[in-house]
């Protein structure tokens, strides 16, 4: 099958070929993965321009995804990939293996900068999910940093330029320009755009954007960065969201009050105390949904009130196949222990087989933790629901593990559904997800490609 772009898709892959370094934020299911692919064909095989292209990924898209795409088209498959994964042995036999692209894990960044350093050896650097280096702070961050200079072709992409607010974009956008549109240091880059926020007398928690700071901040990396959303490209069905109240049972509501006035629950088998803000709204967390963990990580059931709930959305779907996401493993435990109770076919994603499955049909309710199926799986076969048993504080963990649904292929509206414990930390979790999702959304919107050739065909570029 030959590889025939949309519009969209062939201004993406002429401005790859074109910048030296350019960051694609396309939301999920635009094919950022066959977009890049193309490029790199062109720059390798048709201008000489690249030798050898590193791709860093999250793991599970490390192992096959890159390649699993390049092999279904045929003007691509010519590629040849070497998966530099595993043991130090087997990473180093793989960088020493004859190959066009070699594709890394992001946790292994640091091993390659230390094992190379100064004898780079790639001239052009991917780095899909492009978010994983949103932090200043990490290692991962610093390592490729301190490698840029011996890096002539970047490409950053991902469909979450900032997951967590305006701050998140610094990093990622210094990787791009090496400091020429945001600053070459991160504190210069928040006083000239934020104020301290929320503070104590000696301690600034955050920081707030300046007035008019999105706006600044969004001129000043609109010519490296392409944003897309698909909305705007692709005939996608709706995706409904729907929150189910939980109720606590009067038990269950004195517990939870108990644990966040004193940070001390008492149960029979023995007192779990909480000694820190963090981990106080962690055993929150866990005790809005049911059960909470001990210091030995034995878990204590609490209540059954969101199990109820989530048992009476099932019978409502009247048969409908639901992908049911679960925070902590106590979640999955007890989630597992009631629908084994019902006539449902019920699994836990584990692999490739799992997917089959559910796609195939032979799966009605199929448990999964968001991190495990956030990139790269395609469940749009396999229905249309989505139940969020309990919510994380990652907006990129949450789109994604949407768009496992929500995506190309998909013929029918998707429905997530968000069961709330009303009074508790499930409430401050969907609106803590709402606030950065407009964030999001303000980033998205305000660097959308202007791209006269897409909408009205007349092959002006930015």
Same mark, same amino acid.
């Given at each position: 099958?030959?590889?025939?772009?949309?519009?969209?898709?062939?201004?993406?892959?002429? #401005?790859?070929?074109?910048?030296?370094?350019?960051?694609?934020?396309?939301?999920?299911?635009?094919?950022?993965?066959?977009?890049?692919?193309?490029?790199? =064909?062109?720059?390798?095989?048709?201008?000489?321009?690249? #030798?050898?292209?590193?791709?860093?990924?999250?793991?599970?898209?490390?192992?096959?995804?890159?390649?699993?795409?390049?092999?279904?088209? @045929?003007?691509?498959?010519?590629?040849?990939?070497?998966?530099?994964?595993?043991?130090?042995?087997?990473?180093?036999?793989?960088?020493?293996?004859?190959?066009?692209?070699?594709?890394?894990?992001?946790?292994?960044?640091?091993?390659?900068?230390?094992?190379?350093?100064?004898?780079?050896?790639?001239?052009?650097?991917?780095?899909?999910?492009?978010?994983?280096?949103?932090?200043?702070?990490?290692?991962?961050?610093?390592?490729?940093?301190?490698?840029?200079?011996?890096?002539?072709?970047?490409?950053?992409?991902?469909?979450?330029?900032?997951?967590?607010?305006?701050?998140?974009?610094?990093? #990622?956008?210094?990787?791009?320009?090496?400091?020429?549109?945001?600053?070459?240091?991160?504190?210069?880059?928040?006083?000239?755009?934020?104020?301290?926020?929320?503070?104590?007398?000696?301690?600034?928690?955050?920081?707030?954007?300046?007035?008019?700071?999105?706006?600044?901040?969004?001129?000043?990396?609109?010519?490296?960065?392409?944003?897309?959303?698909?909305? @705007?490209?692709?005939?996608?069905?709706?995706?409904?969201? @729907?929150?189910?109240?939980?109720?606590?049972?009067?038990?269950?509501?004195?517990?939870?009050?108990?644990?966040?006035?004193?940070?001390?629950?008492?149960?029979?088998?023995?007192?779990?105390?909480?000694?820190?803000?963090?981990?106080?709204?962690?055993?929150?967390?866990?005790?809005?949904?049911?059960?909470?963990?001990?210091?030995?990580?034995?878990?204590?059931?609490?209540?059954?009130?969101?199990?109820?709930?989530?048992?009476?959305?099932?019978?409502?779907?009247?048969?409908?196949?639901?992908?049911?996401?679960?925070?902590? #493993?106590?979640?999955?435990?007890?989630?597992?222990?009631?629908?084994?109770?019902?006539?449902?076919?019920?699994?836990?994603?584990?692999?490739?087989?799992?997917?089959?499955?559910?796609?195939?049909?032979?799966?009605?309710?199929?448990?999964?933790?968001?991190?495990?199926?956030?990139?790269?799986?395609?469940?749009?076969?396999?229905?249309?629901?989505?139940?969020?048993?309990?919510?994380?504080?990652?907006?990129?963990?949450?789109?994604?593990? =949407?768009?496992?649904?929500?995506?190309?292929?998909?013929?029918?509206?998707?429905?997530?559904?968000?069961?709330?414990?009303?009074?508790?930390?499930?409430?401050?979790?969907?609106?803590?997800?709402?606030?950065?999702?407009?964030?999001?959304?303000?980033?998205?919107?305000?660097?959308?490609?202007?791209?006269?050739?897409?909408?009205?065909?007349?092959? =002006?570029?930015?």
């Amino acid at each position: 099958m030959i590889f025939h772009p949309h519009p969209y898709q062939q201004y993406c892959i002429s #401005q790859v070929i074109r910048k030296p370094a350019i960051g694609l934020f396309l939301d999920m299911g635009l094919g950022k993965t066959s977009i890049t692919l193309s490029a790199i =064909n062109e720059l390798k095989y048709g201008r000489f321009e690249v #030798q050898r292209v590193l791709v860093i990924a999250p793991k599970k898209v490390a192992e096959a995804t890159w390649q699993r795409e390049a092999a279904k088209w @045929d003007n691509l498959k010519h590629l040849r990939f070497s998966t530099v994964l595993g043991g130090v042995s087997s990473r180093i036999r793989a960088l020493n293996t004859p190959a066009d692209i070699y594709v890394i894990n992001r946790e292994n960044v640091v091993w390659l900068v230390d094992y190379y350093k100064n004898d780079w050896p790639f001239d052009m650097v991917v780095c899909d999910e492009f978010s994983s280096f949103k932090s200043h702070r990490a290692k991962r961050f610093k390592s490729l940093s301190a490698i840029r200079p011996h890096i002539k072709r970047i490409v950053g992409l991902t469909g979450t330029p900032s997951p967590n607010g305006l701050e998140d974009l610094w990093s #990622q956008v210094y990787l791009l320009d090496r400091g020429v549109r945001l600053g070459r240091y991160y504190t210069h880059f928040r006083e000239m755009y934020f104020e301290p926020g929320r503070r104590s007398r000696d301690v600034i928690y955050e920081y707030d954007p300046k007035d008019g700071a999105q706006d600044a901040v969004m001129s000043r990396i609109d010519d490296i960065c392409i944003s897309m959303k698909a909305s @705007d490209y692709l005939q996608l069905p709706k995706c409904i969201y @729907d929150d189910v109240p939980v109720v606590l049972s009067p038990k269950a509501k004195k517990a939870y009050r108990e644990l966040e006035r004193t940070m001390i629950l008492e149960l029979p088998e023995g007192d779990i105390d909480v000694t820190s803000a963090a981990a106080l709204s962690n055993k929150l967390q866990q005790l809005a949904n049911g059960a909470i963990y001990d210091d030995d990580h034995e878990a204590h059931e609490i209540h059954d009130c969101k199990i109820e709930a989530f048992l009476e959305l099932v019978e409502k779907l009247n048969g409908q196949h639901a992908l049911v996401f679960y925070n902590f #493993q106590h979640d999955r435990e007890r989630l597992m222990a009631a629908l084994k109770k019902t006539k449902l076919r019920c699994r836990i994603y584990k692999n490739a087989d799992d997917e089959k499955a559910w796609n195939d049909g032979d799966v009605d309710i199929l448990l999964a933790h968001p991190a495990s199926t956030g990139y790269g799986l395609n469940l749009q076969q396999g229905g249309h629901h989505i139940i969020w048993f309990g919510l994380n504080w990652s907006l990129e963990l949450y789109q994604q593990a =949407n768009k496992r649904l929500h995506r190309q292929g998909q013929e029918n509206p998707v429905i997530v559904h968000h069961l709330i414990c009303a009074g508790t930390r499930d409430e401050d979790l969907a609106d803590a997800l709402g606030k950065k999702d407009a964030i999001q959304a303000y980033v998205i919107n305000s660097l959308k490609a202007r791209i006269e050739s897409v909408r009205g065909g007349s092959g =002006n570029e930015k």
